[in-house]
């Protein structure tokens, strides 16, 4: 059985419990170790059979999974963060299909979660945001016109720029050019939850000079928006005055008319 595993944003305690089970069970790993700690490698068993997909093709990298396959072996396919965003796995996935091999996915902890998490920060704040926007900068590999950072600018929605830190200046432009304001929040979290994890603010206006000046071309993610800001109104959630399935609202005190 093949499991694609996200191993989360880069600290190993941040797998998921299902996935570190998977991990401690494997007979095969074939790991991420451009973006993957190794010491998640720690909780493989004795005699594991460990490759670093890193230095590997897609077709290197199918003959392993295939090989242990056949061997009747439990296989781990370990991503960084989760899987689902930039994990480059539906190619991996069709090719388990063409080989009619059985493959299960188990979520991870994804970096755009992690980032948030470090700076304290809410990406859907009311009256602020309701939406966050998961995108990337194109670059070697391209993105469609309809999804430049310029277009999606325009919603002034909450953003998480994935792959983008060697393109810094060029954000900062398309973001500027899309219609936000040169004073708009941002914040650069770089290798989130690792020990080395640096977390800077600036303003749009700043972003590439910011980035340059801590020399970060990689391993960072590009928030942008007002969630970062001040300002914001508290959720209906908890309020006294708002009823939900599970609460009763409170009557609203009356109003002195003298």
């Not at 914040?187 to 972003?207: F, G, N, R």
């Amino acid at each position: 059985m093949i499991y694609f595993v996200g191993a989360g944003a880069g600290a190993p305690d941040l797998i998921t419990v299902r996935g570190r089970k998977l991990l401690e069970e494997a007979d095969v790993v074939v790991y991420a170790g451009s973006l993957v700690s190794k010491e998640h490698l720690d909780y493989c068993k004795p005699g594991c059979e460990i490759y670093n997909s890193a230095l590997l093709n897609l077709e290197e990298i199918v003959s392993i999974l295939k090989d242990a396959e056949a061997r009747g072996l439990l296989t781990v396919r370990l991503h960084t963060g989760d899987p689902s965003l930039y994990g480059a796995i539906r190619e991996q996935m069709e090719a388990m299909d063409e080989l009619g091999i059985d493959y299960e996915v188990c979520p991870g902890v994804s970096s755009y979660a992690a980032a948030a998490a470090a700076l304290k920060a809410e990406y859907t704040v009311p009256s602020v945001s309701q939406t966050l926007i998961i995108t990337r900068m194109a670059g070697r590999t391209p993105v469609p016109e309809e999804e430049s950072l310029h277009s999606l600018a325009a919603h002034q929605a909450s953003m998480a720029i994935f792959l983008s830190s060697a393109l810094s200046e060029e954000v900062q432009r398309e973001l500027l050019a899309g219609g936000l304001s040169p004073s708009t929040p941002c914040a650069i979290a770089y290798k989130v939850s690792w020990p080395d994890q640096s977390l800077l603010y600036c303003h749009l206006e700043d972003l590439h000079d910011t980035m340059s000046e801590a020399a970060i071309s990689n391993f960072a993610l590009i928030l942008v928006g007002e969630f970062l800001g001040e300002r914001f109104e508290p959720s209906q959630l908890y309020d006294p005055y708002f009823g939900t399935a599970f609460r009763h609202a409170q009557d609203q005190p009356e109003i002195s008319k003298e």
